[in-house]
């Protein structure tokens, strides 16, 4: 429950500031964005099979978060930052879907 009004209290808090995101940062704010959401499934997966371990969540969910922001960083300073973001997203991208295809066979039951 506190994690839902968290999230609520942060919903409306972001759209009543509007924050704004540095110019700096912002190549590397939707690759972060989709790591977290890998962490985010992955915790739900493992939350569903039983084996959840908020340790083990908040480690990956940061861990994903500062390694594709490296390989992004590291892209941008090689002059192939649109490759390699495109390459973290594609893998990303696979594992969310990985997870969410092993949620909804853990809800349905198919």
Request: proline share 4%; aromatic share 8%; hydrophobic share 65%.
């Amino acid at each position: 429950m506190i994690a839902v009004l968290g999230l609520i209290v942060g919903v409306v808090a972001g759209l009543l500031v509007r924050p704004e995101v540095p110019a700096v940062v912002e190549p590397y704010l939707p690759i972060a964005v989709v790591a977290a959401l890998d962490a985010v499934f992955g915790g739900l997966r493992a939350m569903l099979d039983g084996i959840f371990d908020d340790k083990v969540f908040v480690v990956s969910f940061l861990s994903n978060v500062v390694v594709a922001a490296l390989i992004v960083f590291l892209g941008d300073k090689l002059g192939v930052g649109a490759q390699l973001s495109t390459g973290v997203v594609v893998v990303l991208g696979i594992r969310i879907f990985s997870n969410a295809a092993a949620i909804r066979r853990h809800v349905f039951r198919a």
